[in-house]
């Protein structure tokens, strides 16, 4: 008991340490830090008084896309007028990203104070970093009096700690391969658990369905008479081109000339989906206007600090970073390097020792020049192995152990007339954008 003893107050740096180490970070260690089971999260819920019935929530799950569509309902619920909170996961360059209130990241102050107060509760219970960070996002939002949060899962669904919410909308992006190693090896059992988040009487909006998904979404929300919608099925969104500032400019069912922030290939299934979605949130009570739509979709990170979709960091070489990491999320960005103009081809890549490194890079052209990195976290793949793996492939390049060091040589190759796309990772890019910090 020595240990909980009251000490003096760590700063923020410290708490941070503290966090990582006592409570096992998923993007550092990968499965080690994964529990199975709501029983932390029932615990905490428990201890701090079950804070996510003070506001209402929408849930967002998905294998990809779930990051850029649940910025984009937060911007337009702020720009409706609500007190939005917006919880998403991993952070890229500062833990308090994952934590924010109209796109204020949580303060160090709160942090600190959370630990500080309770960890003689949580200690002995040794939850998980996302256990500790979804009681720590959920107590932040009801002391803050948001009207709405949007919630993003974490990993899954039906086992994920923020399952324990009654939303007014539930929203499931599309199921691609990811995570196999906890939500199964089919994408019928990867299906069964992200629909673990659809609830009775709650609609839920499906974004894309393969054969497979399908049926898995349409017997649970019948199972639990919930009002389902495919997107896909009611195609809202009709065509999209490009304006001079490279945003797309969307024609839909219900806004023409709709302006969208984001620029990724993705976007077109994340905004159909997203449509679906707008279209049911007056039906839970919720004022939204055209206008607030159009300003959430145009000002989507200033509104919320959404960074790393697509994300333009330099012109005279164009520089650009994504944060896709499967082969569902590489297939957008191989389609949309295809469409750039450039000399030269610059790929700084690097990935994380649990994906499907073998897939992504299969996937990657073989005429580009390769710099191939690693992240700053333990589950980071070697570089000198994510090489040899290029190679394999026909990808070639030289090898770098520091994210620094890749992007400085792609920097000092490129002519003002060449690309470089840095990605592969969430990691690649947090390190990346680091830099700049």
Same mark, same amino acid.
């Given at each position: 008991?020595?240990?909980?003893?009251?000490?003096?107050?760590?700063?923020?740096?410290?708490?941070?340490?503290?966090?990582?180490? /006592?409570?096992?970070?998923?993007?550092?260690?990968?499965?080690?830090?994964?529990?199975?089971?709501?029983?932390?999260?029932?615990?905490?819920?428990?201890?701090?008084?079950?804070?996510?019935?003070? $506001?209402?929530?929408?849930?967002?799950?998905?294998?990809?896309?779930?990051?850029? +569509?649940?910025?984009?309902?937060?911007?337009?619920?702020? /720009?409706?007028?609500?007190?939005?909170?917006?919880?998403?996961?991993?952070?890229?360059?500062?833990?308090? =990203?994952?934590?924010?209130?109209?796109?204020?990241?949580?303060?160090?102050?709160?942090?600190?104070?959370? #630990?500080?107060?309770?960890?003689?509760?949580?200690?002995?219970? %040794?939850?998980? $970093? !996302?256990?500790?960070?979804?009681?720590? *996002?959920?107590?932040?939002?009801? &002391? &803050?009096?948001?009207?709405? *949060?949007?919630?993003?899962?974490?990993?899954?669904?039906?086992?994920?700690?923020?399952?324990?919410?009654?939303?007014?909308?539930?929203?499931?992006?599309?199921?691609?391969?990811? %995570?196999?190693?906890?939500? @199964?090896?089919?994408?019928?059992?990867?299906?069964?658990?992200?629909?673990?988040?659809?609830?009775? @009487?709650?609609?839920?909006?499906?974004?894309?369905?393969?054969?497979?998904?399908?049926?898995?979404?349409?017997?649970?929300?019948?199972?639990?008479?919930?009002?389902?919608?495919?997107?896909?099925?009611?195609?809202?969104?009709?065509?999209?081109?490009?304006?001079?500032?490279?945003?797309?400019?969307?024609?839909?069912?219900?806004?023409?000339?709709?302006?969208?922030?984001? @620029?990724?290939?993705?976007?077109?299934?994340?905004?159909?989906?997203?449509? /679906?979605?707008?279209?049911?949130?007056?039906?839970?009570?919720?004022?939204?206007?055209?206008?607030? #739509?159009?300003?959430?979709?145009?000002?989507?990170?200033?509104?919320?600090?959404?960074?790393?979709?697509?994300?333009?960091?330099?012109?005279?070489?164009?520089?650009?970073?994504?944060?896709?990491?499967?082969?569902?999320?590489?297939?957008?960005?191989?389609?949309?390097?295809?469409?750039?103009?450039? &000399?030269?081809?610059?790929? #700084?890549?690097?990935? #994380?020792?649990?994906?499907?490194? /073998?897939?992504?890079?299969?996937?990657?052209?073989?005429?580009?020049?390769?710099?191939?990195?690693?992240?700053?976290?333990?589950?980071?793949?070697? +570089?000198?192995?994510?090489?040899?793996?290029?190679?394999?492939?026909?990808?070639?390049?030289?090898?770098?152990?520091?994210?620094?060091?890749?992007?400085?040589?792609?920097?000092?190759?490129?002519?003002? =007339?060449? !690309?470089? $796309?840095?990605?592969?990772?969430?990691?690649?890019?947090?390190?990346?954008?680091?830099?700049?910090?």
């Amino acid at each position: 008991m020595q240990r909980l003893k009251k000490t003096r107050i760590m700063n923020y740096q410290e708490t941070l340490t503290y966090l990582y180490n /006592s409570a096992p970070l998923f993007q550092q260690v990968g499965k080690d830090a994964y529990k199975e089971g709501l029983d932390n999260t029932y615990a905490l819920d428990n201890y701090f008084n079950h804070p996510h019935r003070r $506001f209402r929530t929408i849930h967002v799950a998905g294998t990809n896309g779930k990051g850029s +569509c649940s910025h984009t309902l937060a911007a337009i619920l702020q /720009s409706a007028g609500y007190k939005t909170g917006l919880y998403t996961s991993p952070h890229l360059v500062d833990f308090r =990203e994952r934590i924010r209130v109209n796109g204020t990241p949580v303060s160090q102050e709160f942090v600190i104070d959370f #630990v500080e107060k309770h960890r003689a509760f949580f200690e002995p219970l %040794h939850p998980s $970093f !996302f256990e500790l960070t979804t009681a720590m *996002a959920f107590t932040y939002f009801a &002391q &803050q009096e948001v009207d709405v *949060a949007v919630i993003e899962v974490g990993l899954g669904g039906r086992l994920d700690c923020t399952n324990i919410i009654q939303p007014d909308l539930c929203v499931i992006t599309n199921i691609s391969f990811d %995570h196999v190693q906890f939500l @199964g090896n089919t994408l019928a059992k990867i299906a069964s658990e992200k629909a673990g988040i659809i609830k009775k @009487g709650v609609p839920v909006i499906i974004g894309e369905t393969t054969p497979e998904t399908r049926p898995v979404f349409q017997a649970k929300a019948e199972a639990v008479g919930a009002p389902i919608v495919f997107a896909e099925d009611e195609h809202l969104l009709l065509s999209a081109t490009r304006n001079e500032a490279m945003h797309y400019v969307y024609q839909t069912a219900d806004y023409a000339n709709l302006e969208g922030e984001l @620029g990724g290939l993705c976007q077109l299934k994340n905004t159909n989906t997203l449509l /679906s979605a707008i279209r049911r949130i007056p039906d839970a009570g919720y004022r939204l206007t055209e206008e607030n #739509v159009r300003e959430g979709f145009l000002h989507v990170c200033e509104l919320t600090g959404l960074m790393g979709r697509w994300q333009k960091l330099g012109e005279h070489p164009t520089i650009i970073c994504d944060t896709g990491h499967n082969v569902g999320g590489m297939q957008y960005i191989t389609e949309q390097l295809k469409n750039q103009s450039y &000399q030269t081809l610059h790929i #700084v890549i690097g990935m #994380v020792n649990d994906k499907d490194v /073998s897939g992504v890079l299969s996937m990657l052209p073989k005429e580009a020049r390769y710099y191939f990195t690693q992240a700053s976290v333990k589950r980071a793949l070697p +570089c000198d192995k994510m090489k040899a793996l290029g190679e394999k492939f026909g990808l070639h390049g030289e090898a770098y152990p520091h994210v620094a060091e890749a992007f400085k040589m792609a920097r000092t190759q490129a002519l003002p =007339e060449d !690309f470089i $796309f840095v990605g592969g990772s969430s990691f690649i890019v947090a390190d990346l954008l680091s830099l700049n910090k």
